[in-house]
Protein backbone atom coordinates (compact mmCIF):
# COMPACT_ATOMS: atom_id res chain seq x y z
CA UNK A 1 0.00 0.00 0.00
CA UNK A 2 1.62 3.28 -1.15
CA UNK A 3 2.01 6.22 1.69
CA UNK A 4 -0.60 8.22 0.71
CA UNK A 5 -3.33 5.54 0.19
CA UNK A 6 -2.08 4.16 3.82
CA UNK A 7 -2.43 7.58 5.35
CA UNK A 8 -6.03 8.47 3.41
CA UNK A 9 -7.08 5.04 5.04
CA UNK A 10 -5.99 6.29 8.41
CA UNK A 11 -7.97 9.70 7.61
CA UNK A 12 -10.62 7.77 7.06
CA UNK A 13 -10.36 5.37 10.21
CA UNK A 14 -10.12 8.56 12.14
CA UNK A 15 -13.33 9.75 10.80
CA UNK A 16 -15.41 6.48 11.60
CA UNK A 17 -14.18 6.86 14.94
CA UNK A 18 -15.10 10.67 15.58
CA UNK A 19 -17.93 10.49 13.80
CA UNK A 20 -19.11 6.98 13.64
CA UNK A 21 -20.11 7.51 10.33
CA UNK A 22 -19.21 5.39 7.07
CA UNK A 23 -18.02 6.91 3.96
CA UNK A 24 -19.56 5.87 0.70
CA UNK A 25 -17.60 6.90 -2.75
CA UNK A 26 -16.78 6.00 -6.63
CA UNK A 27 -19.33 6.44 -9.30
CA UNK A 28 -22.58 4.32 -7.99
CA UNK A 29 -23.31 7.12 -5.54
CA UNK A 30 -21.25 10.02 -7.20
CA UNK A 31 -20.03 12.43 -5.25
CA UNK A 32 -18.29 11.46 -1.62
CA UNK A 33 -20.26 11.86 0.76
CA UNK A 34 -20.50 11.03 4.66
CA UNK A 35 -23.97 9.13 6.11
CA UNK A 36 -24.75 8.01 9.38
CA UNK A 37 -24.09 4.72 10.01
CA UNK A 38 -26.99 1.72 9.65
CA UNK A 39 -27.74 -0.34 12.66
CA UNK A 40 -29.50 -1.46 16.16
CA UNK A 41 -31.23 1.74 17.79
CA UNK A 42 -29.98 3.51 20.90
CA UNK A 43 -31.84 3.31 23.96
CA UNK A 44 -34.65 5.67 23.83
CA UNK A 45 -34.21 9.50 24.03
CA UNK A 46 -36.38 10.02 27.42
CA UNK A 47 -37.35 14.02 27.65
CA UNK A 48 -35.92 15.07 31.55
CA UNK A 49 -39.28 16.83 32.04
CA UNK A 50 -40.79 13.47 31.35
CA UNK A 51 -39.40 10.39 32.60
CA UNK A 52 -40.20 7.05 32.40
CA UNK A 53 -42.01 5.06 35.06
CA UNK A 54 -44.10 2.02 35.06
CA UNK A 55 -47.25 2.95 36.24
CA UNK A 56 -46.85 6.28 33.78
CA UNK A 57 -46.76 3.87 30.78
CA UNK A 58 -49.95 1.97 31.97
CA UNK A 59 -51.68 4.80 32.54
CA UNK A 60 -50.83 6.13 28.88
CA UNK A 61 -51.55 2.50 27.69
CA UNK A 62 -55.09 3.15 28.64
CA UNK A 63 -55.49 6.50 27.53
CA UNK A 64 -53.83 5.41 24.03
CA UNK A 65 -56.80 3.13 23.56
CA UNK A 66 -59.63 5.28 25.31
CA UNK A 67 -61.81 6.78 22.75
CA UNK A 68 -63.29 9.19 25.66
CA UNK A 69 -59.90 11.70 24.68
CA UNK A 70 -61.87 12.95 21.86
CA UNK A 71 -64.68 15.08 20.76
CA UNK A 72 -67.54 12.48 20.85
CA UNK A 73 -66.21 10.07 22.54
CA UNK A 74 -65.69 7.74 19.59
CA UNK A 75 -62.00 7.66 18.19
CA UNK A 76 -59.04 6.84 20.30
CA UNK A 77 -55.67 7.18 19.25
CA UNK A 78 -55.89 3.43 18.47
CA UNK A 79 -58.38 3.83 16.19
CA UNK A 80 -55.98 4.67 13.79
CA UNK A 81 -52.67 3.06 15.30
CA UNK A 82 -54.34 -0.31 16.04
CA UNK A 83 -51.63 -2.94 17.10
CA UNK A 84 -52.95 -5.26 14.66
CA UNK A 85 -52.34 -2.87 11.49
CA UNK A 86 -48.85 -2.65 12.71
CA UNK A 87 -49.86 0.62 14.67
CA UNK A 88 -51.48 2.44 11.56
CA UNK A 89 -55.08 2.04 10.14
CA UNK A 90 -54.38 -0.07 7.70
CA UNK A 91 -55.89 2.28 5.01
CA UNK A 92 -53.81 3.66 2.00
CA UNK A 93 -55.74 7.07 3.42
CA UNK A 94 -56.52 7.01 7.17
CA UNK A 95 -59.92 7.44 8.24
CA UNK A 96 -61.15 10.77 9.98
CA UNK A 97 -62.42 11.67 12.92
CA UNK A 98 -66.32 11.12 12.27
CA UNK A 99 -67.94 13.29 9.30
CA UNK A 100 -64.36 13.61 8.06
CA UNK A 101 -61.85 11.49 6.17
CA UNK A 102 -58.26 12.12 6.47
CA UNK A 103 -56.07 12.89 3.64
CA UNK A 104 -53.09 11.04 4.36
CA UNK A 105 -52.19 7.51 5.20
CA UNK A 106 -52.03 6.87 8.91
CA UNK A 107 -48.45 6.45 10.09
CA UNK A 108 -47.45 3.37 12.78
CA UNK A 109 -46.30 5.00 16.09
CA UNK A 110 -43.66 2.04 16.31
CA UNK A 111 -40.11 3.88 16.63
CA UNK A 112 -41.43 7.02 16.60
CA UNK A 113 -40.19 7.67 20.00
CA UNK A 114 -36.66 8.48 18.00
CA UNK A 115 -38.28 11.42 15.95
CA UNK A 116 -37.64 14.69 15.99
CA UNK A 117 -39.95 15.58 13.14
CA UNK A 118 -43.21 13.74 13.40
CA UNK A 119 -45.71 13.77 10.81
CA UNK A 120 -45.36 13.05 7.08
CA UNK A 121 -43.99 17.19 6.76
CA UNK A 122 -42.64 17.24 9.55
CA UNK A 123 -44.78 19.21 11.87
CA UNK A 124 -44.23 18.83 15.20
CA UNK A 125 -41.06 17.94 17.25
CA UNK A 126 -41.71 15.47 19.99
CA UNK A 127 -44.41 13.55 20.83
CA UNK A 128 -46.07 15.22 23.35
CA UNK A 129 -46.81 18.16 20.51
CA UNK A 130 -48.01 15.15 18.60
CA UNK A 131 -50.25 14.14 21.27
CA UNK A 132 -51.65 17.65 21.56
CA UNK A 133 -52.44 18.31 17.35
CA UNK A 134 -54.09 14.49 17.39
CA UNK A 135 -56.46 14.33 20.41
CA UNK A 136 -57.40 17.84 19.51
CA UNK A 137 -57.07 18.10 15.79
CA UNK A 138 -60.29 18.32 14.31
CA UNK A 139 -59.50 15.21 11.27
CA UNK A 140 -58.16 13.23 14.45
CA UNK A 141 -59.35 13.50 18.11
CA UNK A 142 -61.39 16.48 17.90
CA UNK A 143 -61.07 16.90 21.45
CA UNK A 144 -61.49 19.95 23.38
CA UNK A 145 -58.96 19.55 26.57
CA UNK A 146 -61.12 20.70 28.69
CA UNK A 147 -64.06 18.73 28.36
CA UNK A 148 -61.27 15.34 28.39
CA UNK A 149 -59.62 16.43 31.64
CA UNK A 150 -63.69 16.67 32.74
CA UNK A 151 -64.03 13.05 32.01
CA UNK A 152 -61.52 11.59 33.16
CA UNK A 153 -62.69 13.09 36.76
CA UNK A 154 -65.56 11.28 36.23
CA UNK A 155 -63.69 8.01 36.14
CA UNK A 156 -62.56 6.66 39.69
CA UNK A 157 -60.03 4.81 38.36
CA UNK A 158 -57.95 7.57 36.37
CA UNK A 159 -58.39 9.70 39.26
CA UNK A 160 -56.33 7.17 41.33
CA UNK A 161 -53.73 6.59 38.69
CA UNK A 162 -53.25 9.96 37.77
CA UNK A 163 -52.79 10.47 41.61
CA UNK A 164 -50.47 7.61 42.22
CA UNK A 165 -48.16 9.13 38.94
CA UNK A 166 -48.33 12.30 39.03
CA UNK A 167 -50.01 13.69 42.10
CA UNK A 168 -52.78 15.54 41.31
CA UNK A 169 -56.16 15.27 39.39
CA UNK A 170 -56.09 14.15 35.65
CA UNK A 171 -55.70 17.06 33.65
CA UNK A 172 -54.82 17.43 29.76
CA UNK A 173 -51.21 18.01 29.74
CA UNK A 174 -50.25 15.48 31.80
CA UNK A 175 -52.39 13.53 29.50
CA UNK A 176 -50.37 14.14 26.79
CA UNK A 177 -47.36 13.22 29.13
CA UNK A 178 -48.72 9.43 29.87
CA UNK A 179 -49.48 8.97 26.49
CA UNK A 180 -46.17 9.83 25.03
CA UNK A 181 -44.58 8.15 27.87
CA UNK A 182 -46.58 4.92 26.84
CA UNK A 183 -45.43 5.83 22.87
CA UNK A 184 -41.52 5.39 24.02
CA UNK A 185 -42.34 1.78 24.98
CA UNK A 186 -43.05 1.20 21.09
CA UNK A 187 -39.66 0.31 19.83
CA UNK A 188 -37.97 -2.49 17.75
CA UNK A 189 -36.02 -4.86 19.94
CA UNK A 190 -32.72 -5.14 18.23
CA UNK A 191 -33.08 -9.05 19.27
CA UNK A 192 -35.95 -9.95 17.17
CA UNK A 193 -34.66 -7.83 14.06
CA UNK A 194 -32.54 -10.13 11.82
CA UNK A 195 -30.60 -6.73 10.31
CA UNK A 196 -29.74 -6.09 14.08
CA UNK A 197 -28.81 -9.04 14.94
CA UNK A 198 -26.70 -8.93 11.86
CA UNK A 199 -25.01 -6.03 12.68
CA UNK A 200 -24.03 -7.55 16.23
CA UNK A 201 -22.26 -10.66 15.00
CA UNK A 202 -24.61 -13.16 14.54
CA UNK A 203 -23.75 -13.49 10.69
CA UNK A 204 -26.28 -16.20 10.11
CA UNK A 205 -28.69 -13.68 10.60
CA UNK A 206 -28.77 -12.45 7.05
CA UNK A 207 -29.54 -14.49 3.91
CA UNK A 208 -26.87 -14.27 1.03
CA UNK A 209 -29.59 -12.83 -0.81
CA UNK A 210 -30.56 -9.81 2.14
CA UNK A 211 -26.48 -9.40 2.15
CA UNK A 212 -26.51 -8.88 -1.14
CA UNK A 213 -29.85 -6.13 -0.97
CA UNK A 214 -27.97 -4.16 1.98
CA UNK A 215 -24.66 -3.79 -0.62
CA UNK A 216 -27.39 -2.85 -3.41
CA UNK A 217 -28.93 -0.43 -0.19
CA UNK A 218 -25.85 1.74 0.32
CA UNK A 219 -24.53 1.74 -3.24
CA UNK A 220 -25.98 1.13 -6.91
CA UNK A 221 -29.73 1.37 -5.55
CA UNK A 222 -28.47 4.57 -3.68
CA UNK A 223 -31.48 4.51 -0.50
CA UNK A 224 -28.38 5.39 1.76
CA UNK A 225 -28.86 8.90 0.44
CA UNK A 226 -31.70 9.73 2.28
CA UNK A 227 -32.54 6.33 4.50
CA UNK A 228 -29.80 6.65 6.94
CA UNK A 229 -28.75 5.99 10.67
CA UNK A 230 -30.30 3.22 12.99
CA UNK A 231 -33.56 4.70 12.22
CA UNK A 232 -32.92 4.93 8.27
CA UNK A 233 -34.28 8.35 7.75
CA UNK A 234 -31.66 11.89 7.39
CA UNK A 235 -35.52 13.41 8.93
CA UNK A 236 -34.80 15.61 5.86
CA UNK A 237 -37.18 16.54 3.29
CA UNK A 238 -37.59 15.54 -0.29
CA UNK A 239 -39.87 14.79 -3.03
CA UNK A 240 -39.49 12.07 -4.97
CA UNK A 241 -43.04 12.70 -6.99
CA UNK A 242 -44.97 9.82 -6.03
CA UNK A 243 -47.89 9.46 -7.99
CA UNK A 244 -51.77 10.77 -7.14
CA UNK A 245 -53.90 8.38 -5.46
CA UNK A 246 -57.42 7.96 -6.93
CA UNK A 247 -58.81 7.52 -3.19
CA UNK A 248 -57.82 10.85 -2.40
CA UNK A 249 -58.13 12.69 -6.51
CA UNK A 250 -61.97 11.49 -6.22
CA UNK A 251 -63.13 11.61 -2.68
CA UNK A 252 -64.96 15.37 -2.27
CA UNK A 253 -64.79 14.54 2.08
CA UNK A 254 -60.52 13.80 1.41
CA UNK A 255 -60.21 17.04 -0.49
CA UNK A 256 -62.24 19.05 1.97
CA UNK A 257 -59.37 17.98 4.66
CA UNK A 258 -56.74 18.77 2.59
CA UNK A 259 -58.31 22.32 2.03
CA UNK A 260 -59.26 23.03 5.59
CA UNK A 261 -55.48 22.16 6.34
CA UNK A 262 -54.66 24.59 3.58
CA UNK A 263 -56.86 27.66 5.13
CA UNK A 264 -55.47 26.88 8.61
CA UNK A 265 -51.86 26.88 7.80
CA UNK A 266 -52.68 30.21 5.69
CA UNK A 267 -52.21 29.09 2.39
CA UNK A 268 -53.03 32.08 0.21
CA UNK A 269 -55.69 30.66 -2.71
CA UNK A 270 -55.99 27.52 -0.80
CA UNK A 271 -59.24 27.19 -2.59
CA UNK A 272 -56.98 26.23 -5.81
CA UNK A 273 -54.77 23.53 -3.69
CA UNK A 274 -55.34 20.25 -5.63
CA UNK A 275 -52.79 18.04 -3.77
CA UNK A 276 -50.72 17.41 -0.95
CA UNK A 277 -48.23 19.88 -0.72
CA UNK A 278 -46.38 18.84 1.73
CA UNK A 279 -43.58 20.77 3.47
CA UNK A 280 -44.83 23.90 1.53
CA UNK A 281 -47.71 23.65 3.95
CA UNK A 282 -45.54 24.26 6.70
CA UNK A 283 -42.96 26.72 5.04
CA UNK A 284 -44.90 28.47 2.17
CA UNK A 285 -41.24 28.35 0.07
CA UNK A 286 -42.41 27.48 -3.38
CA UNK A 287 -39.65 24.77 -3.29
CA UNK A 288 -40.99 22.98 -0.40
CA UNK A 289 -43.62 22.15 -2.56
CA UNK A 290 -44.11 18.08 -2.92
CA UNK A 291 -41.23 17.49 -0.26
CA UNK A 292 -42.33 14.71 3.09
CA UNK A 293 -40.01 13.77 5.64
CA UNK A 294 -37.80 10.66 4.73
CA UNK A 295 -39.80 7.76 6.65
CA UNK A 296 -38.08 5.09 8.69
CA UNK A 297 -37.49 1.76 7.17
CA UNK A 298 -38.13 -0.64 10.20
CA UNK A 299 -40.99 -2.61 10.32
CA UNK A 300 -42.14 -2.04 6.87
CA UNK A 301 -43.35 -5.75 7.21
CA UNK A 302 -46.80 -4.70 9.24
CA UNK A 303 -47.18 -0.83 7.93
CA UNK A 304 -48.30 -1.33 4.25
CA UNK A 305 -49.37 0.99 2.43
CA UNK A 306 -46.36 3.18 1.85
CA UNK A 307 -46.03 6.37 1.13
CA UNK A 308 -47.88 9.59 2.28
CA UNK A 309 -51.19 8.82 0.17
CA UNK A 310 -50.59 5.00 0.78
CA UNK A 311 -50.34 4.53 -3.07
CA UNK A 312 -48.42 1.83 -2.90
CA UNK A 313 -49.70 -1.46 -1.84
CA UNK A 314 -46.28 -3.74 -1.43
CA UNK A 315 -42.48 -2.89 -1.29
CA UNK A 316 -42.60 -4.44 -4.58
CA UNK A 317 -44.49 -1.46 -6.19
CA UNK A 318 -41.43 1.28 -4.19
CA UNK A 319 -38.59 -0.57 -5.36
CA UNK A 320 -40.09 -0.72 -9.04
CA UNK A 321 -40.94 3.30 -8.38
CA UNK A 322 -37.19 3.95 -7.45
CA UNK A 323 -35.80 1.90 -10.27
CA UNK A 324 -37.65 4.35 -12.89
CA UNK A 325 -36.05 7.03 -10.78
CA UNK A 326 -39.42 8.28 -8.91
CA UNK A 327 -42.72 9.73 -10.58
CA UNK A 328 -42.63 13.46 -12.77
CA UNK A 329 -42.72 16.42 -11.49
CA UNK A 330 -40.70 19.81 -11.69
CA UNK A 331 -39.67 19.78 -8.41
CA UNK A 332 -38.03 16.18 -7.80
CA UNK A 333 -34.91 15.99 -5.68
CA UNK A 334 -32.06 15.41 -8.18
CA UNK A 335 -30.68 12.39 -6.01
CA UNK A 336 -33.71 10.63 -7.79
CA UNK A 337 -32.65 8.92 -11.18
CA UNK A 338 -33.21 5.05 -12.90
CA UNK A 339 -31.19 3.17 -11.01
CA UNK A 340 -30.87 -0.01 -13.54
CA UNK A 341 -31.53 -2.78 -11.32
CA UNK A 342 -31.90 -6.08 -12.66
CA UNK A 343 -34.82 -8.72 -11.46
CA UNK A 344 -32.13 -10.30 -9.15
CA UNK A 345 -31.43 -7.22 -7.64
CA UNK A 346 -34.86 -5.74 -6.80
CA UNK A 347 -35.19 -9.26 -5.55
CA UNK A 348 -32.26 -8.83 -2.76
CA UNK A 349 -33.04 -5.40 -1.88
CA UNK A 350 -36.60 -6.54 -0.96
CA UNK A 351 -35.45 -9.44 1.42
CA UNK A 352 -32.99 -7.17 2.72
CA UNK A 353 -36.10 -4.36 3.20
CA UNK A 354 -37.74 -7.48 5.02
CA UNK A 355 -35.27 -8.27 7.61
CA UNK A 356 -35.25 -4.76 9.20
CA UNK A 357 -38.86 -6.12 10.34
CA UNK A 358 -39.51 -7.68 13.55
CA UNK A 359 -39.54 -11.50 13.32
CA UNK A 360 -43.15 -10.97 15.30
CA UNK A 361 -44.99 -7.79 15.29
CA UNK A 362 -45.01 -5.84 18.20
CA UNK A 363 -48.30 -6.54 19.99
CA UNK A 364 -50.31 -4.96 23.10
CA UNK A 365 -53.68 -6.03 24.29
CA UNK A 366 -56.25 -3.63 24.01
CA UNK A 367 -57.02 -2.69 27.93
CA UNK A 368 -59.93 -2.94 29.40
CA UNK A 369 -61.45 0.64 30.02
CA UNK A 370 -62.57 1.93 33.28
CA UNK A 371 -66.10 2.81 33.69
CA UNK A 372 -67.97 6.55 34.40
CA UNK A 373 -69.12 7.24 37.52
CA UNK A 374 -71.25 10.21 39.66
CA UNK A 375 -69.94 13.16 40.69
CA UNK A 376 -69.04 13.49 43.63
CA UNK A 377 -68.86 9.71 44.20
CA UNK A 378 -65.96 9.77 41.15
CA UNK A 379 -63.93 11.39 43.19
CA UNK A 380 -64.79 10.10 46.56
CA UNK A 381 -65.05 6.24 45.65
CA UNK A 382 -60.93 7.20 44.43
CA UNK A 383 -59.74 8.22 47.60
CA UNK A 384 -61.46 4.85 49.36
CA UNK A 385 -58.00 3.03 47.61
CA UNK A 386 -55.83 5.90 49.36
C1 LIG B 1 -58.46 9.76 12.80
C2 LIG B 1 -57.17 9.08 12.75
C3 LIG B 1 -56.11 9.39 13.76
C4 LIG B 1 -56.24 9.48 15.15
C5 LIG B 1 -57.49 9.40 15.97
C6 LIG B 1 -54.90 9.64 15.65
N1 LIG B 1 -53.98 9.65 14.63
FE1 LIG B 1 -51.98 9.76 14.80
N2 LIG B 1 -51.81 9.98 12.80
C7 LIG B 1 -52.85 9.89 11.91
C8 LIG B 1 -52.40 10.33 10.60
C9 LIG B 1 -53.24 10.37 9.33
C10 LIG B 1 -51.04 10.69 10.75
C11 LIG B 1 -50.16 11.37 9.68
C12 LIG B 1 -50.67 12.82 9.62
C13 LIG B 1 -49.83 13.79 8.85
O1 LIG B 1 -48.71 13.51 8.49
O2 LIG B 1 -50.32 14.92 8.59
C14 LIG B 1 -50.70 10.44 12.15
C15 LIG B 1 -49.42 10.61 12.70
C16 LIG B 1 -49.09 10.27 14.01
C17 LIG B 1 -47.74 10.24 14.54
C18 LIG B 1 -46.47 10.61 13.80
C19 LIG B 1 -45.63 9.43 13.41
C20 LIG B 1 -44.47 9.81 12.52
O3 LIG B 1 -43.84 8.92 11.94
O4 LIG B 1 -44.16 11.01 12.37
C21 LIG B 1 -47.84 9.87 15.87
C22 LIG B 1 -46.71 9.70 16.87
C23 LIG B 1 -49.25 9.69 16.15
N3 LIG B 1 -49.97 9.91 15.00
C24 LIG B 1 -49.77 9.40 17.41
C25 LIG B 1 -51.13 9.52 17.72
C26 LIG B 1 -51.66 9.57 19.08
C27 LIG B 1 -50.84 9.49 20.34
C28 LIG B 1 -53.01 9.69 18.96
C29 LIG B 1 -54.04 9.82 20.07
C30 LIG B 1 -53.87 10.92 20.98
C31 LIG B 1 -53.33 9.71 17.52
N4 LIG B 1 -52.15 9.64 16.81
C32 LIG B 1 -54.60 9.79 17.00
C33 LIG B 1 -54.14 9.49 12.18
C34 LIG B 1 -54.69 9.51 13.46
C1 LIG C 1 -34.05 11.43 -2.26
C2 LIG C 1 -34.22 10.76 -0.97
C3 LIG C 1 -34.63 9.30 -1.01
C4 LIG C 1 -34.00 8.24 -1.63
C5 LIG C 1 -32.76 8.27 -2.49
C6 LIG C 1 -34.77 7.07 -1.29
N1 LIG C 1 -35.84 7.41 -0.49
FE1 LIG C 1 -37.26 6.16 0.17
N2 LIG C 1 -38.37 7.75 0.82
C7 LIG C 1 -37.94 9.06 0.80
C8 LIG C 1 -39.06 9.93 1.11
C9 LIG C 1 -39.03 11.45 1.22
C10 LIG C 1 -40.18 9.09 1.28
C11 LIG C 1 -41.64 9.56 1.52
C12 LIG C 1 -42.15 10.11 0.18
C13 LIG C 1 -43.61 10.46 0.13
O1 LIG C 1 -44.44 9.92 0.87
O2 LIG C 1 -43.96 11.28 -0.77
C14 LIG C 1 -39.70 7.73 1.12
C15 LIG C 1 -40.47 6.58 1.29
C16 LIG C 1 -39.99 5.28 1.22
C17 LIG C 1 -40.72 4.11 1.58
C18 LIG C 1 -42.14 4.08 2.18
C19 LIG C 1 -42.07 4.00 3.69
C20 LIG C 1 -43.40 4.14 4.36
O3 LIG C 1 -43.45 3.95 5.59
O4 LIG C 1 -44.41 4.48 3.73
C21 LIG C 1 -39.91 3.04 1.34
C22 LIG C 1 -40.24 1.56 1.58
C23 LIG C 1 -38.67 3.54 0.83
N3 LIG C 1 -38.74 4.92 0.78
C24 LIG C 1 -37.58 2.76 0.46
C25 LIG C 1 -36.49 3.26 -0.27
C26 LIG C 1 -35.55 2.43 -0.96
C27 LIG C 1 -35.58 0.92 -0.98
C28 LIG C 1 -34.69 3.28 -1.60
C29 LIG C 1 -33.57 2.93 -2.53
C30 LIG C 1 -34.00 2.19 -3.72
C31 LIG C 1 -35.10 4.64 -1.27
N4 LIG C 1 -36.20 4.57 -0.47
C32 LIG C 1 -34.46 5.77 -1.72
C33 LIG C 1 -36.68 9.49 0.48
C34 LIG C 1 -35.78 8.77 -0.30
Redesign the pocket.
Known amino acids: MSKLKRSSVRVLLAMVALTGSIIITGDTVGQEKTFPVLGPLPPVPIPRDNPQTPAKVELGKLL?FDPR??GDAS???A???DPKQGWG?GGDL????PGTQ?W??????IN?AY?K?????G?VGS?ES??IA??TGN???NGSPEMIQERLRQIPEYVRRFKEVFGELPTFDKVVKA?SAF?RTLVSDARNVPFDRYMRGDKSALSDDAKKGLTLFQGKARCIQCHNGPLFTDEDFHDLAVPNNTAFTEDPLRQIAMRFVAKVKGVPNYMKVDRDLGLFLETKRNDDIGKF?T??LRELQYTAPYM?NGVFFTLEEVIDFYNKGGGNDANKSPLMMPLGLTAEEKKALLVFLESLSSTEPIMVEAPVLPEYETSPGAIRSAKKGD
Open positions: FTSTSCSCHDSRGYHRNSQTVSLKLFWAGLQAATLAGIERPPH
